[in-house]
Protein backbone atom coordinates (compact mmCIF):
# COMPACT_ATOMS: atom_id res chain seq x y z
CA UNK A 1 0.00 0.00 0.00
CA UNK A 2 1.09 3.37 -0.70
CA UNK A 3 0.18 6.88 1.15
CA UNK A 4 -1.51 9.87 -0.16
CA UNK A 5 -1.51 13.59 0.04
CA UNK A 6 -2.70 16.74 -1.17
CA UNK A 7 0.52 18.34 -2.51
CA UNK A 8 -1.21 21.80 -4.19
CA UNK A 9 -4.87 23.45 -4.13
CA UNK A 10 -6.45 25.78 -6.34
CA UNK A 11 -9.77 27.43 -7.08
CA UNK A 12 -11.40 30.17 -9.25
CA UNK A 13 -15.06 31.95 -8.70
CA UNK A 14 -16.77 33.87 -11.55
CA UNK A 15 -16.16 37.80 -11.53
CA UNK A 16 -20.03 38.77 -11.30
CA UNK A 17 -21.03 39.28 -7.77
CA UNK A 18 -24.42 39.17 -6.63
CA UNK A 19 -25.17 40.99 -3.12
CA UNK A 20 -28.03 40.67 -0.86
CA UNK A 21 -29.43 43.93 -1.59
CA UNK A 22 -29.03 42.99 -5.65
CA UNK A 23 -31.65 39.78 -4.31
CA UNK A 24 -34.27 41.72 -2.49
CA UNK A 25 -34.89 43.60 -5.86
CA UNK A 26 -35.29 39.90 -7.15
CA UNK A 27 -37.64 38.46 -4.36
CA UNK A 28 -39.21 39.59 -1.42
CA UNK A 29 -36.44 39.33 0.85
CA UNK A 30 -33.59 41.96 2.69
CA UNK A 31 -29.96 41.74 3.58
CA UNK A 32 -30.85 41.64 7.28
CA UNK A 33 -33.44 38.24 6.47
CA UNK A 34 -30.47 36.73 4.21
CA UNK A 35 -27.68 37.17 6.87
CA UNK A 36 -29.81 36.32 9.86
CA UNK A 37 -30.64 33.06 8.47
CA UNK A 38 -27.92 31.65 6.54
CA UNK A 39 -25.07 33.89 7.06
CA UNK A 40 -24.60 34.88 3.48
CA UNK A 41 -23.87 38.54 2.15
CA UNK A 42 -23.00 37.92 -1.62
CA UNK A 43 -22.65 35.24 -3.99
CA UNK A 44 -20.54 34.66 -7.17
CA UNK A 45 -22.59 33.83 -11.01
CA UNK A 46 -21.24 32.22 -13.91
CA UNK A 47 -22.76 34.60 -16.80
CA UNK A 48 -22.57 34.97 -20.47
CA UNK A 49 -22.72 32.83 -23.47
CA UNK A 50 -21.34 29.20 -23.66
CA UNK A 51 -19.83 29.17 -19.86
CA UNK A 52 -19.77 26.36 -18.38
CA UNK A 53 -18.63 24.47 -15.03
CA UNK A 54 -15.62 23.57 -18.09
CA UNK A 55 -14.22 26.98 -18.02
CA UNK A 56 -14.36 27.31 -13.60
CA UNK A 57 -12.96 23.91 -13.20
CA UNK A 58 -9.72 24.41 -15.60
CA UNK A 59 -9.36 27.70 -13.96
CA UNK A 60 -8.93 26.16 -10.27
CA UNK A 61 -7.07 23.02 -12.25
CA UNK A 62 -4.69 25.21 -13.83
CA UNK A 63 -3.87 27.12 -10.29
CA UNK A 64 -2.89 24.14 -8.76
CA UNK A 65 -1.31 22.76 -11.64
CA UNK A 66 1.32 25.91 -11.79
CA UNK A 67 1.81 26.42 -7.98
CA UNK A 68 3.48 23.02 -8.07
CA UNK A 69 4.94 24.05 -12.25
CA UNK A 70 3.22 20.64 -12.74
CA UNK A 71 3.01 19.25 -16.26
CA UNK A 72 -0.32 18.47 -17.25
CA UNK A 73 0.96 15.79 -18.73
CA UNK A 74 2.24 13.80 -15.29
CA UNK A 75 -1.67 13.86 -14.43
CA UNK A 76 -2.89 10.10 -14.60
CA UNK A 77 -6.75 10.70 -13.23
CA UNK A 78 -9.02 13.51 -13.43
CA UNK A 79 -12.25 13.52 -11.01
CA UNK A 80 -14.49 16.06 -11.20
CA UNK A 81 -16.96 16.44 -8.86
CA UNK A 82 -19.90 17.79 -10.05
CA UNK A 83 -24.00 17.99 -10.33
CA UNK A 84 -24.16 20.59 -13.05
CA UNK A 85 -22.03 19.56 -15.99
CA UNK A 86 -22.67 20.89 -19.28
CA UNK A 87 -22.88 17.54 -20.87
CA UNK A 88 -25.10 15.06 -19.08
CA UNK A 89 -22.64 11.90 -20.80
CA UNK A 90 -19.87 14.26 -18.53
CA UNK A 91 -17.98 17.04 -18.43
CA UNK A 92 -14.17 15.91 -17.54
CA UNK A 93 -13.51 14.83 -20.37
CA UNK A 94 -13.59 18.27 -21.61
CA UNK A 95 -11.32 19.46 -18.97
CA UNK A 96 -8.76 16.84 -19.49
CA UNK A 97 -8.90 18.43 -23.07
CA UNK A 98 -8.69 22.03 -21.82
CA UNK A 99 -6.09 21.86 -19.64
CA UNK A 100 -3.59 18.94 -22.00
CA UNK A 101 -3.69 16.11 -19.87
CA UNK A 102 -3.89 13.88 -22.60
CA UNK A 103 -2.45 10.87 -20.66
CA UNK A 104 -5.40 11.37 -17.48
CA UNK A 105 -8.10 8.86 -17.70
CA UNK A 106 -11.19 11.15 -16.62
CA UNK A 107 -14.94 10.99 -15.23
CA UNK A 108 -17.19 12.83 -13.39
CA UNK A 109 -18.29 11.86 -9.88
CA UNK A 110 -21.93 13.36 -8.73
CA UNK A 111 -22.49 13.48 -5.32
CA UNK A 112 -24.02 17.16 -4.60
CA UNK A 113 -22.68 18.79 -1.65
CA UNK A 114 -20.68 15.60 -0.73
CA UNK A 115 -18.80 15.31 -4.06
CA UNK A 116 -15.48 16.63 -2.79
CA UNK A 117 -14.78 14.58 -0.02
CA UNK A 118 -16.48 11.45 -2.44
CA UNK A 119 -13.59 12.86 -4.66
CA UNK A 120 -10.92 12.90 -2.37
CA UNK A 121 -11.86 8.84 -0.91
CA UNK A 122 -12.35 7.99 -4.51
CA UNK A 123 -8.79 9.18 -5.57
CA UNK A 124 -7.06 8.13 -2.50
CA UNK A 125 -7.91 4.28 -3.08
CA UNK A 126 -6.61 4.62 -6.65
CA UNK A 127 -3.17 5.72 -5.38
CA UNK A 128 -3.15 3.36 -2.10
CA UNK A 129 -3.97 0.70 -4.64
CA UNK A 130 -0.77 1.49 -6.79
CA UNK A 131 -3.21 2.24 -9.63
CA UNK A 132 -2.04 5.99 -10.07
CA UNK A 133 0.48 8.60 -8.73
CA UNK A 134 -0.81 11.61 -9.35
CA UNK A 135 -4.67 12.59 -9.45
CA UNK A 136 -6.48 15.72 -10.16
CA UNK A 137 -9.81 16.57 -7.91
CA UNK A 138 -12.44 19.17 -8.89
CA UNK A 139 -15.21 20.25 -7.16
CA UNK A 140 -16.99 22.75 -9.44
CA UNK A 141 -20.83 23.63 -10.23
CA UNK A 142 -22.98 26.73 -11.33
CA UNK A 143 -25.98 26.04 -9.54
CA UNK A 144 -27.28 29.10 -10.89
CA UNK A 145 -28.07 27.65 -13.97
CA UNK A 146 -30.52 25.71 -12.23
CA UNK A 147 -32.12 27.91 -9.56
CA UNK A 148 -35.42 29.23 -9.71
CA UNK A 149 -34.79 32.99 -9.34
CA UNK A 150 -38.37 33.41 -8.39
CA UNK A 151 -37.64 31.03 -5.26
CA UNK A 152 -36.59 33.37 -2.23
CA UNK A 153 -36.54 30.08 -0.23
CA UNK A 154 -33.46 29.20 -3.01
CA UNK A 155 -32.17 31.92 -4.59
CA UNK A 156 -30.20 33.23 -1.48
CA UNK A 157 -28.64 30.22 -0.97
CA UNK A 158 -26.56 28.96 -4.17
CA UNK A 159 -23.46 30.41 -5.48
CA UNK A 160 -20.77 29.29 -8.47
CA UNK A 161 -17.17 28.47 -8.27
CA UNK A 162 -14.84 25.65 -8.69
CA UNK A 163 -12.15 24.04 -6.17
CA UNK A 164 -8.76 21.81 -7.13
CA UNK A 165 -6.71 19.55 -5.12
CA UNK A 166 -4.16 17.85 -6.78
CA UNK A 167 -3.23 14.26 -4.74
CA UNK A 168 -0.10 12.16 -5.42
CA UNK A 169 0.94 9.19 -4.28
CA UNK A 170 3.88 9.12 -1.39
CA UNK A 171 5.81 6.04 1.11
CA UNK A 172 3.28 4.85 3.16
CA UNK A 173 4.51 6.43 6.60
CA UNK A 174 3.71 9.59 4.84
CA UNK A 175 -0.08 8.86 3.85
CA UNK A 176 -2.25 11.96 5.26
CA UNK A 177 -5.44 10.47 4.30
CA UNK A 178 -5.61 9.02 7.79
CA UNK A 179 -9.17 7.38 7.10
CA UNK A 180 -13.15 8.57 5.93
CA UNK A 181 -16.48 7.53 6.79
CA UNK A 182 -19.52 7.95 3.67
CA UNK A 183 -23.40 7.64 4.40
CA UNK A 184 -26.44 7.61 1.97
CA UNK A 185 -29.91 7.58 2.37
CA UNK A 186 -31.93 7.63 -0.89
CA UNK A 187 -35.12 7.37 1.10
CA UNK A 188 -34.90 11.28 1.57
CA UNK A 189 -33.60 12.14 -1.78
CA UNK A 190 -36.45 14.03 -2.44
CA UNK A 191 -35.60 16.95 0.38
CA UNK A 192 -32.89 18.70 -2.19
CA UNK A 193 -32.82 17.75 -5.42
CA UNK A 194 -33.16 18.65 -9.35
CA UNK A 195 -35.93 16.08 -10.48
CA UNK A 196 -36.91 15.07 -14.04
CA UNK A 197 -40.43 15.50 -15.07
CA UNK A 198 -41.86 13.48 -18.14
CA UNK A 199 -44.58 15.68 -19.37
CA UNK A 200 -45.30 14.25 -22.95
CA UNK A 201 -45.20 11.45 -25.23
CA UNK A 202 -42.82 11.58 -27.92
CA UNK A 203 -42.98 8.39 -29.76
CA UNK A 204 -46.79 7.62 -29.05
CA UNK A 205 -46.72 3.88 -30.55
CA UNK A 206 -44.35 2.79 -28.18
CA UNK A 207 -45.39 4.91 -25.12
CA UNK A 208 -41.91 6.32 -25.11
CA UNK A 209 -41.83 9.69 -22.47
CA UNK A 210 -39.74 12.77 -22.62
CA UNK A 211 -39.30 15.85 -20.40
CA UNK A 212 -37.24 18.04 -18.61
CA UNK A 213 -35.25 18.37 -15.28
CA UNK A 214 -36.65 21.05 -13.14
CA UNK A 215 -34.73 23.77 -10.88
CA UNK A 216 -33.46 23.00 -7.32
CA UNK A 217 -36.09 22.14 -4.87
CA UNK A 218 -35.11 22.08 -0.94
CA UNK A 219 -37.15 21.28 1.93
CA UNK A 220 -35.29 23.66 4.66
CA UNK A 221 -35.81 22.36 7.68
CA UNK A 222 -35.65 18.45 6.96
CA UNK A 223 -31.81 19.44 5.15
CA UNK A 224 -30.99 21.32 8.53
CA UNK A 225 -32.22 18.36 10.89
CA UNK A 226 -30.41 15.72 8.53
CA UNK A 227 -26.91 17.78 8.60
CA UNK A 228 -27.20 18.79 12.56
CA UNK A 229 -27.62 14.95 13.39
CA UNK A 230 -25.76 12.84 10.71
CA UNK A 231 -22.59 14.93 10.20
CA UNK A 232 -21.29 15.12 13.93
CA UNK A 233 -21.89 11.65 14.34
CA UNK A 234 -20.43 11.00 11.14
CA UNK A 235 -16.99 13.16 12.22
CA UNK A 236 -17.45 11.03 15.63
CA UNK A 237 -17.03 7.59 14.48
CA UNK A 238 -14.72 8.78 12.09
CA UNK A 239 -12.61 9.81 14.73
CA UNK A 240 -13.08 7.08 17.24
CA UNK A 241 -11.51 4.56 14.73
CA UNK A 242 -8.46 6.43 13.92
CA UNK A 243 -8.18 6.44 17.90
CA UNK A 244 -8.59 10.51 17.89
CA UNK A 245 -10.91 12.60 19.34
CA UNK A 246 -12.09 16.30 19.00
CA UNK A 247 -9.19 17.92 20.73
CA UNK A 248 -6.73 16.02 18.59
CA UNK A 249 -8.41 18.33 15.60
CA UNK A 250 -6.84 21.50 14.35
CA UNK A 251 -9.37 22.50 11.79
CA UNK A 252 -13.07 21.58 11.17
CA UNK A 253 -13.98 22.13 7.15
CA UNK A 254 -17.28 21.89 6.32
CA UNK A 255 -19.60 22.02 3.61
CA UNK A 256 -20.71 25.57 3.36
CA UNK A 257 -24.18 25.01 3.51
CA UNK A 258 -25.39 27.40 6.21
CA UNK A 259 -24.05 29.22 9.03
CA UNK A 260 -26.93 27.79 11.49
CA UNK A 261 -25.57 24.76 10.24
CA UNK A 262 -22.32 25.27 10.82
CA UNK A 263 -22.61 26.88 14.03
CA UNK A 264 -25.08 24.05 15.39
CA UNK A 265 -22.41 21.13 14.04
CA UNK A 266 -19.62 23.17 16.04
CA UNK A 267 -21.49 23.35 19.55
CA UNK A 268 -22.71 19.50 19.22
CA UNK A 269 -18.68 18.80 18.64
CA UNK A 270 -17.62 20.95 21.44
CA UNK A 271 -15.20 22.79 19.00
CA UNK A 272 -14.28 26.53 19.21
CA UNK A 273 -15.65 28.61 16.29
CA UNK A 274 -12.29 29.97 15.37
CA UNK A 275 -11.16 26.49 14.22
CA UNK A 276 -14.37 25.97 11.98
CA UNK A 277 -13.36 27.32 8.49
CA UNK A 278 -15.46 29.35 6.44
CA UNK A 279 -15.94 31.63 3.61
CA UNK A 280 -19.69 30.63 3.51
CA UNK A 281 -20.89 34.79 3.56
CA UNK A 282 -18.96 35.47 0.32
CA UNK A 283 -19.61 32.87 -1.78
CA UNK A 284 -23.10 30.82 -0.96
CA UNK A 285 -23.94 27.82 -1.13
CA UNK A 286 -21.17 26.68 -4.35
CA UNK A 287 -22.00 22.31 -3.53
CA UNK A 288 -19.29 20.40 -4.62
CA UNK A 289 -16.94 23.53 -4.77
CA UNK A 290 -17.05 24.76 -1.25
CA UNK A 291 -15.19 22.13 0.17
CA UNK A 292 -12.17 23.07 -1.66
CA UNK A 293 -12.75 26.59 -2.11
CA UNK A 294 -12.47 27.48 1.43
CA UNK A 295 -9.52 25.32 1.77
CA UNK A 296 -7.75 26.87 -0.75
CA UNK A 297 -8.59 30.52 0.67
CA UNK A 298 -7.31 28.69 4.31
CA UNK A 299 -4.03 27.84 2.83
CA UNK A 300 -3.63 31.16 1.22
CA UNK A 301 -3.75 32.98 4.13
CA UNK A 302 -1.39 30.62 5.84
CA UNK A 303 -4.48 29.35 8.63
CA UNK A 304 -2.70 25.61 8.08
CA UNK A 305 0.18 24.51 9.42
CA UNK A 306 1.95 21.10 8.92
CA UNK A 307 1.13 18.37 10.85
CA UNK A 308 -2.13 19.92 11.54
CA UNK A 309 -5.38 17.65 11.51
CA UNK A 310 -8.26 18.72 9.37
CA UNK A 311 -11.57 17.15 8.98
CA UNK A 312 -13.51 17.68 6.56
CA UNK A 313 -17.63 16.73 5.82
CA UNK A 314 -19.68 17.12 3.17
CA UNK A 315 -23.50 16.75 3.06
CA UNK A 316 -26.38 17.17 0.69
CA UNK A 317 -28.12 15.93 -2.26
CA UNK A 318 -28.82 12.10 -2.13
CA UNK A 319 -29.29 12.59 0.46
CA UNK A 320 -25.40 11.55 1.06
CA UNK A 321 -22.80 12.65 3.76
CA UNK A 322 -19.17 11.98 5.05
CA UNK A 323 -16.12 12.35 6.79
CA UNK A 324 -12.35 12.41 5.70
CA UNK A 325 -9.45 13.50 8.24
CA UNK A 326 -6.62 14.47 6.36
CA UNK A 327 -3.00 15.32 8.25
CA UNK A 328 -1.55 18.58 6.27
CA UNK A 329 1.78 17.75 5.21
CA UNK A 330 2.95 20.64 3.04
Not at 163 to 192: K, M, S, V
Not at 202 to 208: D, G
Not at 223 to 252: E, G, N, Q, R
Request: glycine share 6%; proline share 2%; net charge neutral.
Amino acid sequence: MQGAQIISTGSAVPDVCINNKEISQIVETSDEWIVTRTGIEERRVLTGANKSVVDLAYYAAIKALNKIQMDPLEIDLIILATSSPNDLFGSASQVQAKIGATRAVAFDLTAACSGFVLAIVTAAQFIQNGSYKNILIIGADVLSKWTDWSDRKTCILFGDGAGAAIIQACPREDNAILGFQLNTNGEQYNELSITYREDRYSLKTFKIFQGQFQYISMNGKEVYKFAVSKVPASITKCLKALHLSMKDVDWLLLHQANTRILQAIGNRLSIDNSKIISNLSKYGNTSAASIPLALDEALKKDRIAKEDIIVISGFGAGLTWGTVVIKWKC
